[in-house]
């Protein structure tokens, strides 16, 4: 609650009209000269009430209505044994009527619409766990002097990779492995951070991981041209519960997630006893078939027979091996571009999981060489129109010039979903990707997501991801903006619908209400955008603190459509999720 609501209370209470002329000390000014005094020590009462409130609700309007609520009995309480006539105390008493009649519908909307908390989150660090340079207490060290309420973790889940050669793949290979929570141990990360939770229980910590769940080898591995492709096109996991989870994920990197169940093909994987068998008739081969009169071979084993049959069984053995264990597999590094299946395959089953799945950075490009090895990969934009049910992507820092420019492959994706062509919207948040390099403490000062939650809480943050009820902010001034509201109502009545939620205007009219301001009270010029279905409907040139409301008369008659707006101010870029607009 801001301290602004208890002037607002000392104001209300001390207006003297709503004193009756008559008291017992004899004159309304006496009656009227104690208000003053009386509000403010009601004003103290509320305050230490509001102290007691439990973390992440004082700011609730709930509440709010609450304390207003308690103040107006103690006032009336008070007032009411203040006056001496039945007459006075009849107009106070209808007075008091209409007041509490204001007072209870205002509490009544408050209950019925939920409120939020306003929590910075700070998404996708690495941490020593895996490929990044600070460990999770310092991490969380850092956010906690950014005043950051929400850390989203995203190690690596594998940093693995193989080649082998043909036909023996399985046998001679060559591995490379880095630290990833595969090696760290996946019970012991999950034991780390619960640990962490209860040392720093006012802040969110939410594991996940960045995962590559798929690659595959190009070129010639004794020659100029090999290379690895698509190692760097990254999928952001985040809320699964459970150790198995994790060990599941499918990637190219974890072959046995992407066994298929056996079926008759597998048979043929076999093959392989045969060429045993034909090796075993090798080691009976005789250098005649004579016989003598009892039927007995009197010709001797050939050696060459032998030699050959034992090289065969060797050669079965080996290929049995490497059959092992006689399963076929979703897909592997060995045979070329898959398209968007793997892919599709891991946001699959982050969803099977109940948990999370964004594109990191899917405009980023990475091209090197490591001694003889080139690693290549090109961004990716399209797989964002081929995938189809990820909760989003992070627009920054690898994700605005292409996808979330007004018009850009963002704004087809959200009128996909309302022309009914995809079951869920997408949603944008601030992926961070820090790892090795630069300065955490720079990095959570220039980008931040802000998620709109009912309480501070794990569940709460992801479901806030889950439906889209976040915005981002970039630039030197990002930790110091504020976007109040940026909501919606049917032609300026009903409930207010945020972000990622869906306004249904049977007037085909509503009223978008945006309001922000600098936490240092500084007046800066902004230019905001309004974007409708991809397009600039307007654009405001205004000064910080802003608050103003925008009516839309021409709401879709079929279908969906819907309102997201971008920012810009000194050191300063804003995204919102869109709020959508539907017609009765």
Not at 141 to 170: H, Q, S, T
Not at 262 to 289: E, M, N, T
């Amino acid at each position: 609650m801001k301290m602004a609501l208890f002037d607002e209370i000392n104001v209300f209470f001390a207006q003297g009209r709503f004193f009756p002329a008559t008291n017992r000390g004899g004159s309304a000014k006496s009656c009227g000269g104690n208000a003053k005094g009386l509000s403010y020590e009601i004003s103290k009462i509320l305050k230490l009430l509001l102290a007691n409130l439990p973390a992440g609700r004082q700011e609730s309007s709930f509440a709010q209505k609450t304390l207003v609520s308690i103040g107006f009995f103690l006032w009336y309480r008070k007032v009411y044994r203040c006056l001496l006539t039945t007459e006075n105390r009849r107009k106070l008493f209808l007075k008091a009527i209409l007041l509490l009649a204001i007072l209870l519908t205002g509490f009544i909307t408050a209950n019925a619409q939920e409120e939020y908390v306003q929590a910075p989150a700070a998404i996708q660090i690495s941490s020593t766990a895996s490929e990044g340079k600070l460990s999770i207490p310092e991490i969380i060290g850092i956010c906690r002097k950014n005043n950051i309420k929400i850390v989203m973790l995203a190690d690596r889940d594998f940093m693995r990779w193989e080649y082998g050669l043909w036909p023996l793949e399985r046998i001679i290979k060559k591995t490379e492995e880095s630290n990833s929570l595969s090696t760290y141990g996946i019970s012991r990360y999950f034991k780390e951070i619960e640990g962490l939770r209860n040392k720093n229980r006012d802040l969110v910590i939410i594991p996940g991981v960045e995962s590559a769940p798929f690659y595959y080898w190009q070129g010639n591995p004794f020659g100029r041209d090999f290379k690895i492709i698509d190692w760097h096109k990254h999928i952001l996991v985040f809320g699964l519960e459970k150790v198995s989870d994790y060990n599941k994920l499918p990637s190219v990197s974890n072959e046995l997630a992407l066994m298929r169940t056996y079926s008759y093909k597998d048979i043929f994987l076999f093959w392989p006893l045969l060429i045993f068998i034909l090796g075993v008739l090798c080691l009976h081969k005789r250098q005649f078939d004579y016989q003598d009169a009892r039927g007995r071979q009197l010709g001797r084993y050939s050696k060459k027979w032998a030699i050959s049959g034992a090289c065969l069984m060797f050669i079965a053995v080996i290929f049995l091996l490497n059959n092992f264990p006689f399963r076929s597999f979703k897909y592997d590094q060995y045979h070329g571009q898959q398209g968007v299946m793997p892919y599709q395959d891991l946001i699959n089953y982050a969803n099977q999981k109940g948990g999370l799945a964004f594109w990191a950075h899917p405009e980023a490009e990475n091209i090197q060489k490591i001694g003889r090895v080139g690693i290549e990969t090109r961004e990716h934009t399209a797989d964002l129109l081929k995938s189809f049910d990820y909760t989003g992507f992070a627009v920054f820092y690898e994700g605005y010039k292409k996808i979330g420019l007004p018009g850009g492959l963002w704004d087809e994706l959200l009128k996909q979903y309302c022309r009914g062509q995809r079951n869920s919207p997408v949603w944008a948040i601030g992926g961070l990707s820090f790892d090795q390099t630069g300065d955490l403490d720079k990095s959570l000062k220039d980008l931040r997501t802000v998620l709109l939650m009912p309480e501070l809480s794990k569940d709460a943050a992801l479901t806030a991801l889950k439906l889209g009820k976040m915005y981002v902010l970039r630039g030197s001034n990002s930790s110091q903006f504020v976007l109040d509201s940026f909501n919606a109502t049917d032609n300026g009545n009903g409930p207010e619908k945020v972000m990622g939620e869906t306004l249904c205007a049977p007037q085909q009219s509503a009223a978008i209400h945006i309001k922000g301001h600098f936490l240092n009270g500084q007046s800066k010029p902004c230019k905001i955008k309004l974007i409708k279905n991809g397009n600039i409907v307007d654009v405001f040139e205004i000064n910080t603190p802003f608050n103003f409301s925008y009516i839309d008369k021409d709401i879709y008659r079929n279908g969906k459509s819907y309102y997201r707006i971008e920012a810009v101010s000194d050191g300063l870029q804003l995204i919102t999720n869109p709020i959508f607009m539907s017609v009765d």
